[in-house]
C-alpha cells in the first residue's frame, strides 16, 4: 500500500522535491472530487513520511544488492585464504620460489614459480602477438574498409569474440598442433643458436602453441573494443586534421590514435586479463613441464590456471589447499594488472574530460 | 604585420608545387613480382624453407621495395601512408586465416556426429570402443546451470545497478563500483575455487552426511560471481542513459521514486538491459573452468541440479577431448559446434535486440 | 601571396544526390568573400569543394574545373594533401584536437610537414596565435590542453592552427554560428587582419556578418528540396545588400523568404 505518494515524501532524496499536496492534478482532467473518500494529497496538513514504506524498502532492497558485491569479493578472500593455509602450512618448501607441485605427496613440496613464470610469460607473447595485428583490423574496420565490408566483417569479429576458450583450445591441440610444430622444427634448425628456440625436442606442445592460441582467442575481443574506440573520434577533428593537408595516416596518427588510446589501453588490459585467467585453452594445448625456461619452442610450459585444470582431478585436502592458494595468486596478478591498467587511464583523464 | 610575412618555416604550398607524381599501378605490380620471385630464388635456391616461407619472406620483400620505390617517386610522406596501409591491410589477412580455421575446423569436424543418437543418449555405459554416446547429459547440465546462475544474478545485478545509478551516493557507492570492477576481473578458474572452497567443501556437507558434493548448483554459483559483475556494468551503462527530464517529469506528477524506476526508467532501458543480460548468459553457457573444479562432470542424465554431479557442454568437450578413445574427439567437436551455436544464437539476439534500442550512447 | 580562385561549372554529387549544379565564380586574391544562402543550398557543400574537402565523405564527387592560379586543382596529379595545405579551413565547430595542447594544437600542422626544429616551431606558434588575436590570453599556459579554453577562444586556436601552416587561402564555414556576440566580434576582427594576407572565403548564415565583413557576396538558393543548390547572385556586398539584381535575392535578404 506504501504507493501512496503521500507516504512517500523521501521520494526527493535523489531527485527534485515531490510536492505532495498537489499530486491530485496528476489525474489529468479529472475534477477534484474531495467527498469520495480521503483526498489523495493526505488531507488537511502536509502528510507525515511514513516510516516504512514501499520506498524504504526499495531502496534497501538496492542498497543490499549493491552490498552483495562487496560481500562476495570479500568472502572469496575469506574463503580461499581460509583454505590455502593450511596447504601452505603443510608445503615442506618454499611457496613463492619452489618449482614443482607435489602438494599430494605426505610430505607436500609445492611452489608457484614456475606456474606464475609460465602464466606471465604465455600471456605477454600472446599479446605481443595479438595487439598490433588487432589494432590494425580495428583501423581497417574503422577506417580504411567501405562500410559495406566493415559491417559484416566487424559483425563477424564481434561473434568469434563470443567463441568459448575451450573451442580454441580443441582447435589448437587438433588443428594448429601441426603447423606449429613445422615452424618449430624450422625455427630449431636454422635459429637454434638464440636461446629461444634452442633445444634438441621434442616440439609443438610449447609455450609458442599456447601463446599463439591465446593470441587467436584474444584477438577479436582486444580487435571489437579497439575499433569501437576508433569508431567514436569525432569526425570534426579528422577533418581538421585532414584541413591541414594530413594524409589518410597522419590523420590517424594525430587524430585517431590519441583519442583512442585510453580506450585502447583498456581493451588490451582487458584482453591480457583474459589470458592471464586462461585455463582451458592452455590445459589443452601446453606441455605441462614445471621448469623456468625461455625456450618458447620445446614442449613444455604450464601455467596456474592450466595446472588448476589439469592436478584438480587427483587432488586431496592439501592439495586442493595448494591449488586454491595458486588461485590466489593468480587473482592477485589479474588484479595488479586491472589496477595498472586503471592508473594509465585516469592519468590521460585532464585531457578527455575537457574535450567533451 | 611584418611578423606575420616571414615565413621561415618553408611548408607553405603554391599553385606551382601542388602537383606529384604518383606512384603507377606498373611499378607496384612489378615490385610484388620481382619480391616473389627474389623471395623464391633465396628460399628455395638456399633450400631452407618451403612456399609458406616463399610467402613470408615475399610479403616482407614487396613491403621494403613498396616503400624504397614510393619514397623515390611520391616521397616520403606519402611513401609512410601507402606503407600502413599496406601493413593494416596485412594485420587482416594474416588475421583472417586462423580464424577461418577455426571456424571450417569447427564445422567441417562437429558434423561428423551430428545426429539423433548425439542429442538423445548420455555418456553412461560408453566404453572406450563404443562409437555412440552423446551429449544430452551435458546439454541439460549446461541449461540447468546457466538458467539458475541468470535467475539469481539478473535480479541482484539489476538492483545493484539500480543502487548505483539512482540511490548510491558517497562513499559506500564508490567502494561498491570499485569492487564491481575488481570483479570483472576475476578469472573464472577463480570464481571455481572460491565455490570449491565455500559450497562444496564447507556448505554442502551439511546437507550431505558430512561428505562434501558436487552439483549443478555449485557450478550455477560460480556461473552467478561471474555473471554479475557484467550485468551491473552494463545495466548501470543503460540506466544511465535515461535521460534525466524523464525521471523528473515523473517525480514532478507526484511519482515516489521506486514507482518511477520500475515504471519509468527499467522500461525504458529494458531492450540495453536484456542485451547486456544476454551478453553475460552467453558468455557463462562458454565457461569450462569453473564447471570442471565444482559440478563433477557426470557421465549419466543427471536432470537434478542440487543432487549430485553434472556435467555441461564446455566440460564435455574438455573431458572429452582429454579422452583416450578414438571416437572421442568427433563428439568433443559435435559439443563444441553445439556450444557455439548456443553461444552465438544468445549474441546474435542480443546483438539484433541492441540495434532496435532507442537509448544510444 | 595570396591567389586568385576561379570556379567554373562546378557541380558536386553525394552518391547520386546533386548537391550543388554549375557554380561559377572568381575570387579576386586579398578579398573576403561571403557565401549567404537559406539551409541546405549548397553554400558549405562548395566551400568544401574549394580544398577537396568534399570528398572526404563516401561517394562524394564532383564535376567541373576548379583553379587556383590557372592551376585546376582536380587534376589527377595534383597530391590532395598539397592543395589542403594551400587552402586552409575553420570549421563550423571549433575543433581543436582533444588531446593535444594549446601549443600542440598550433603546430600540429608543421609537424606533420617535417618541421623539427623547435627554435622554428616556438616561432611560428608565436607568430600564428598573434595573427589569430590569441597569444596574450594563452601565452602563459600554452601545455594546457587546448580544449580548456572557451568556444571562442578554440575557435581562435583553430584558425592558428590553420595559419600556422602558411595557406594562400583561408576557408571558414560558418566559424561564428557556435560563438557568443563578443566572440563573433573578435573573429570578425580577427578577419579583417588576416585579409591582408589571405583570400578568404566565408560561409555564413548571420546577414549582419557578411555585410560588416565581406567585400563581395555570393547568394545560394535551391527551387526546393531535393534540387541542387545554384548560385543565384554573386557581386560586391554593397550591390548585393543595398541594391540586388535578381528578385529572390532581394527576397532573401529583406526577410521575406528563407
Not at chain 2, 570483472?184 to 565455490?195: D, H, N, Q, R
Not at chain 2, 545495466?235 to 523528473?248: A, F, N, Q, S, Y
Request: proline share 5%; with cysteine.
Amino acid at each position: 500500500m506504501g504507493d501512496d505518494p503521500s507516504r512517500s515524501a523521501d521520494a526527493n532524496a535523489g531527485g527534485p522535491v515531490v510536492t505532495t499536496s498537489h499530486s491530485r492534478a496528476a489525474g489529468g482532467g479529472v475534477p477534484p472530487t474531495p467527498l469520495d473518500g480521503p483526498p489523495l494529497g493526505g488531507g488537511g496538513g502536509l502528510p507525515r513520511k511514513a516510516r516504512f514504506s514501499m520506498e524504504t524498502g526499495f531502496r534497501g532492497l538496492s542498497t543490499a544488492a549493491g552490498a552483495m558485491v562487496l560481500v562476495i569479493i570479500i568472502a572469496i578472500a575469506i574463503f580461499l585464504v581460509s583454505k590455502a593455509v593450511p596447504a601452505l602450512n603443510a608445503n615442506t618448501e618454499n611457496f613463492l620460489s619452489y618449482k614443482t607441485w607435489f602438494p599430494n605427496d605426505a610430505e607436500p613440496k609445492f611452489g608457484i614459480a614456475a606456474l606464475a613464470f609460465g602464466t606471465v610469460l604465455t600471456s605477454v607473447i600472446a599479446l605481443l602477438v595479438a595487439v598490433p595485428i588487432a589494432l590494425g583490423i580495428a583501423l581497417f574496420l574503422s577506417h580504411y574498409a567501405p562500410k559495406r565490408l566493415a559491417t559484416p566483417l566487424g559483425f563477424v569479429i564481434d561473434l568469434l569474440a563470443a567463441v568459448p576458450s575451450v573451442v580454441f583450445g580443441l582447435w589448437g591441440r587438433d588443428v594448429f598442433l601441426n603447423p606449429v610444430r613445422d615452424f618449430s622444427v624450422w625455427l630449431n634448425t636454422y635459429f637454434g643458436w638464440v636461446p629461444i628456440f634452442g633445444g634438441d625436442g621434442p616440439f609443438g606442445r610449447s609455450i609458442l602453441l599456447g601463446s599463439l592460441v591465446l593470441a587467436i582467442m584474444v584477438l577479436p575481443i582486444v580487435t571489437s573494443l579497439s575499433r569501437e574506440v576508433f569508431q567514436q573520434t569525432p569526425a570534426m577533428n579528422e577533418e581538421a586534421a585532414l584541413a591541414l593537408g594530413a594524409t589518410k595516416w597522419e590523420m590517424i596518427r594525430t587524430t585517431v590514435l590519441p583519442y583512442g588510446k585510453p580506450g585502447v589501453i583498456a581493451a588490451v588490459m582487458l584482453g591480457l586479463g583474459r589470458a592471464l585467467g586462461e585455463t582451458i585453452a592452455l590445459a589443452l594445448t601446453l606441455g605441462t613441464v614445471f621448469e623456468i625456461s625461455f625456450n618458447v619452442i620445446e614442449n613444455g610450459g604450464n601455467s596456474i590456471a592450466a595446472n588448476i585444470a589439469n592436478t584438480f582431478g587427483e587432488a586431496n585436502a592439501t592439495g586442493r589447499g595448494a591449488l586454491i592458494a595458486s588461485g590466489l595468486v593468480l587473482f592477485a596478478i589479474t588484479l595488479v594488472v586491472n589496477m595498472a591498467a586503471r592508473a594509465i587511464i585516469y592519468r590521460r583523464r585532464e585531457f578527455r574530460d575537457s574535450a567533451a | 604585420m611584418s611578423l606575420l610575412e616571414k615565413t621561415p618555416t618553408g611548408v607553405g604550398m603554391t599553385p606551382d608545387n601542388i602537383r606529384a607524381r604518383k606512384l603507377s599501378v606498373v611499378v607496384n605490380i612489378g615490385v610484388a613480382v620481382l619480391a616473389v620471385l627474389l623471395s623464391a630464388a633465396i628460399v628455395l635456391g638456399a633450400g631452407i624453407g618451403n612456399w609458406v616461407l616463399v610467402i613470408v619472406v615475399a610479403a616482407a620483400l614487396y613491403l621494403v621495395g613498396l616503400y624504397a620505390a614510393a619514397s623515390q617517386v611520391e616521397g616520403r610522406r606519402a611513401a609512410r601512408d601507402r606503407i600502413w596501409k599496406a601493413l593494416i591491410y596485412s594485420a587482416c589477412l594474416l588475421a583472417i586465416l586462423p580464424l577461418a580455421s577455426v571456424v571450417w575446423t569447427l564445422i567441417s569436424k562437429g558434423v561428423e556426429r551430428l545426429d539423433g543418437n548425439f542429442f538423445s543418449t548420455s555418456m553412461n555405459n560408453i566404453g572406450a570402443r563404443d562409437p555412440m554416446g552423446g551429449a544430452y547429459h551435458a546439454i541439460i547440465g549446461t541449461l540447468e546451470q546457466v538458467g539458475l546462475a541468470t535467475l539469481m544474478a539478473v535480479p541482484l545485478g539489476v538492483l545493484g545497478a539500480i543502487y548505483l545509478v539512482e540511490y548510491g551516493r558517497g562513499r559506500f557507492a564508490l567502494t561498491v563500483r570499485f569492487f564491481v570492477d575488481v570483479m570483472t576481473g576475476i578469472p573464472s578458474i577463480v570464481a571455481g575455487l572460491f565455490v570449491l572452497a565455500f559450497w562444496v567443501l564447507i556448505v554442502s556437507p551439511w546437507f550431505n552426511n558430512g561428505t562434501p558434493r558436487f552439483s549443478g548448483f555449485a557450478a550455477s554459483l560460480a556461473l552467478t560471481v561471474l555473471m554479475l559483475p557484467t550485468i551491473v556494468r552494463s545495466t548501470e551503462e543503460m540506466l544511465r542513459l535515461v535521460p534525466g527530464p524523464l525521471r523528473e517529469g515523473a517525480y514532478a506528477l507526484g511519482v515516489p521514486q521506486w514507482k518511477t524506476i520500475l515504471r519509468v526508467v527499467l522500461p525504458t532501458a529494458l531492450p540495453g538491459i536484456v542485451t547486456g543480460i544476454m551478453l553475460a548468459v552467453a558468455r557463462a553457457a562458454g565457461e569450462t573452468a569453473p564447471v570442471l573444479l565444482v559440478a563433477g562432470g557426470a557421465a549419466a542424465i543427471n536432470m537434478d541440479p542440487f543432487g549430485g554431479p553434472q556435467s555441461s557442454l564446455a566440460l564435455y568437450v574438455y573431458q572429452q577431448a582429454g579422452d583416450a578413445s578414438r571416437y572421442a574427439p568427433a563428439r568433443a567437436w559435435t559439443a563444441a559446434l553445439t556450444l557455439v551455436v548456443l553461444v552465438l544464437v544468445l549474441t546474435i539476439a542480443a546483438k539484433l535486440l541492441a540495434r532496435r534500442n532507442q537509448l544510444s550512447r | 601571396m595570396a591567389k586568385r580562385i576561379e570556379a567554373s561549372n562546378v557541380s558536386s554529387y553525394y552518391g547520386s544526390f546533386k548537391a550543388i549544379d554549375g557554380i561559377s565564380m572568381t575570387v579576386e586574391p586579398k578579398t573576403i568573400t561571403a557565401l549567404i544562402g537559406p539551409s541546405g543550398c549548397g553554400k558549405s557543400t562548395f566551400l568544401r569543394s574549394i580544398n577537396r574537402m568534399h570528398e572526404v565523405l563516401p561517394g562524394a564527387r564532383i564535376e567541373g574545373r576548379l583553379t587556383i592560379d590557372d592551376q585546376n586543382i582536380y587534376d589527377s596529379d595534383v597530391d590532395v594533401t598539397a592543395v589542403r595545405r594551400m587552402i586552409g579551413m575553420v570549421f563550423q565547430r571549433p575543433n581543436p584536437f582533444p588531446t593535444m595542447s594549446i601549443y600542440e594544437n598550433v603546430v600540429a600542422g608543421l609537424k606533420l610537414n617535417g618541421v623539427k626544429k623547435k627554435s622554428l616551431l616556438d616561432d611560428a606558434a608565436e607568430r600564428s596565435l598573434k595573427a589569430a588575436n590569441l597569444w596574450d590570453e594563452v601565452k602563459d599556459r600554452l601545455n594546457r590542453p587546448g580544449a580548456g579554453l572557451s568556444g571562442g577562444q578554440q575557435q581562435r586556436l583553430c584558425i592558428a592552427r590553420t595559419i600556422a601552416v602558411e595557406p594562400q587561402v583561408v576557408l571558414m564555414d560558418e566559424p561564428c554560428s557556435a560563438l557568443d556576440p563578443i566572440s563573433t566580434l573578435a573573429i570578425e576582427d580577427l578577419m579583417f587582419k588576416l585579409k591582408d594576407r589571405f583570400t578568404i572565403i566565408i560561409v555564413t548564415h548571420n546577414m549582419q556578418q557578411a555585410a560588416r565583413v565581406s567585400d563581395r557576396t555570393g547568394f545560394f538558393s535551391i527551387d526546393k528540396t531535393g534540387e541542387p543548390g545554384r548560385l543565384i547572385e554573386y557581386d560586391d556586398t554593397q550591390k548585393i545588400f543595398s541594391n540586388p539584381t535578381e528578385k529572390k535575392t532581394e527576397d532573401y535578404i529583406t526577410g521575406r523568404f528563407g
